[in-house]
């Protein structure tokens, strides 16, 4: 079929199975001009087939020469439908991974359930012995307890008080007010369930107590803060309140791993257009004028730059990480900047329907919504008819 992109809401809801493989492509080919890390050669990422979690693995594979093992719940295509992004991302990363020597293995399922731990657990003992890191980087809209059975929704919403801000279809490009009623106790318990540090501790803690950890193992999970003019909705909201749980259980992790000389930490991560981030009310808005200011100041990272500065700088700099006083990596650094967030809070006053391409970097936040999808790619041709079921 010949594959266009379908988008209803933000959300874009097919993909590009050529495309994708080659924005795979190009996130190894950035790491492969590049140094070579130091780190861990024995590596686990769940959360693999997009975004961060995706860009960590790269990283790990061809900037350290890294066995990865990489977990995804993700959709096969067939032939009346595109699979999802992340499956035709996953499975690109197979093959470049295979091409170029390095020991790699899929596992496509849900990451909170037993099933999937056990699979992996498996591999491990069959292919690896031990692992000596683990990458935690899970965005999912809801969970299944493996003890329970219960299910639980997360959901993006404020705490306390309505939120109401500017936002943007980032597709038309209008600009328009959008208000969001609080979050009740239990949508803000079952967020938490659904993004908090829960499922992270039990990873470790089930490795651990087979014992796949390598002395000095090291896991990390994502967070973010971002700036005031999400702090209603993200920070202060459900989703925050799901993050510093994360943040939380980071002691407690902690004190699991004391005994084989590991460490967990939290990386605060710079705001960019995901596929999770691009449905959150306000916050293309606010990316949008970010990017803007950061492209001009030449700060702007993508993806693959900030995983690959947070291994080279941060984790395996030869040196303990620096953290901030509550023990977190700050990739969100440049971001926050005095200079940025003074540029992004006048921009975001004068932004509206008429101005908003002169303001803010719409058109540069759109392509890279596409390309997380396969469109927009160089060199693909997307008038070609290509079997969905490709990969």
Sequence with gaps: MIIQPRIRRNICVNAHPLGCAAQVRTQIRYVTSRNKIDSPKKVLVIGASNGYGLAARIVSAFASDAATIGVGFEKPGNKNRTGTAGWYNIEAFQRE?????????????????????????????????????????IAAPRRIDP?????????????????????????????????????????????????GGEDWMRWVERMKTADLLAGGFLTIAFSYIGSEHTRALYRDGTIGAAKKDLEHKTRTINDMLQPIGGRALISVNKALVTRASAVIPAVPLYIALLYRVMKQKQLHEGCIQQMYRLYRDFLFAGEPAVVDAKGRIRMDDWEMREDVQKEVARLWELADTKNLKELADIKGLREEFLRHHGFGMPDVDYSRDVPPELF
């Design 97 to 137: 991974a295979d091409d170029s020597g390095l020991p790699a293995w899929n596992i496509n399922g849900d990451a909170f359930s037993d099933d999937i731990k056990q699979a992996v657990e498996q591999i491990v003992r069959d292919h690896l012995g031990q692992i000596d890191f683990l990458v935690y980087s």
């Design 147 to 195: 003890d329970t059975g219960e299910i639980y929704s997360s959901v993006i919403k404020p705490i306390g008080n309505t939120f109401s801000a500017k936002t943007v279809d980032f597709h038309t490009g209008e600009v328009d007010r959008i208000s969001a009623d609080p979050a009740t106790e239990e949508e803000i318990g079952q967020t938490v369930k659904v993004m």
